[in-house]
């Protein structure tokens, strides 16, 4: 296989802090292609986007820009705990609609798009 210092992704992780009563959060900072609609539901979103241990609080600003918290039990470096983000992420584009920017970086530096990206390549993890 060839790789290239191209293939390398770094992400721009919001920072993970730990909570008075000895819990994890990360608060995001998105930025949608287009405005939230006034009549959305917020209420449906947050429960939609939270899980078992993943509680999700929404904000939302300038109508197109989402701060969104994510407090867990969990270290927030554990590997489900990224992989429920990436699914986190996927989830708020089909509720709100097309993600422009995740922690100012282009969403398609990001999980589920960056996979998209890789496989559209050519030059990308081929066979040498």
Do not use: C
């Amino acid at each position: 296989m060839k790789y290239s210092a191209d293939d390398i992704v770094i992400h721009n992780w919001a920072k993970l802090t730990q909570t008075s009563s000895g819990k994890w959060n990360r608060v995001w900072d998105i930025v949608l292609k287009t405005s939230v609609s006034q009549k959305f539901d917020l209420g449906a979103a947050t429960q939609n986007l939270s899980g078992d241990d993943f509680h999700v609080e929404i904000e939302i600003s300038n109508s197109n820009n989402l701060k969104i918290s994510v407090t867990t039990q969990r270290w927030g470096w554990e590997v489900e705990i990224m992989f429920a983000t990436y699914r986190m992420f996927g989830e708020i584009e089909l509720l709100f609609g097309t993600i422009d920017t995740i922690q100012g970086q282009d969403r398609d530096m990001w999980e589920p798009w960056l996979r998209k990206k890789w496989g559209k390549s050519s030059n990308n993890f081929t066979e040498q």
